[in-house]
C-alpha cells in the first residue's frame, strides 16, 4: 500500500510489506481519520488504527473480501463466504444473513432498514435489518 501526504506528487510505501495479500477494497473510519481496514483476495481483513503507518490482521482469516460499507459504528464486509459485520474494527465478526452462509458476496450497502448484497451468479439479494 501507498500514501501520500502531499496531494499525489510523492508517494512511500506503507504497509505493503506486512499485507500479504492483494488489496481489494478498503473502508476508512471518518470519526476516527486514522483507522482504515482493507479487504484482501484470500487474507481476510487487516487493519490500521495509526493512518497506514502499521497493519494487523483483523478477522476473516483465509477469506477473500470483496466489499465494506460502513454504517455508523457497524463495518460490513462483502466475502467469499458470504456477508459478516463487526462493531469493533475486526476484533470480531458476526455472521450476517444465513441464507448467504458459503455465498459469495461481491457488494454490500445499506439503505435505511435494508442491507443489499450484489451475490455471485445470484444477482441482488436484499436482507430486511
Known amino acids: 500500500m501507498?500514501?501520500?501526504?502531499?496531494?499525489?506528487?510523492?508517494?512511500?510505501?506503507?504497509?505493503?510489506?506486512?499485507?500479504?495479500?492483494?488489496?481489494?477494497?478498503?473502508?476508512?473510519?471518518?470519526?476516527?481519520g486514522t483507522r482504515i481496514a482493507v479487504g484482501t483476495r484470500e487474507a481476510g481483513v487487516w487493519a490500521s488504527t495509526d493512518d497506514g503507518t502499521s497493519w494487523a490482521a483483523a478477522g476473516l482469516t483465509g477469506q477473500g473480501v470483496n466489499g465494506f460499507h460502513r454504517d455508523g459504528t457497524t463495518l460490513y464486509a462483502a466475502a467469499n463466504d458470504g456477508l459478516h459485520?463487526?462493531?469493533?474494527?475486526g476484533r470480531t465478526w458476526s455472521r450476517v444473513g444465513s441464507a448467504l452462509t458459503g455465498v459469495r458476496c461481491f457488494s454490500v450497502v445499506r439503505s435505511g432498514n435494508s442491507l443489499f448484497a450484489g451475490v455471485d451468479g445470484r444477482g441482488i439479494w436484499r436482507l430486511d435489518l
Do not use: L, Y
Open 2 to 32: 501507498f500514501r501520500s501526504t502531499n496531494g499525489g506528487k510523492t508517494w512511500a510505501i506503507c504497509g505493503a510489506s506486512v499485507i500479504p495479500s492483494g488489496v481489494i477494497c478498503i473502508a476508512v473510519d471518518g470519526d476516527s
Open 85 to 89: 459485520a463487526t462493531t469493533d474494527w
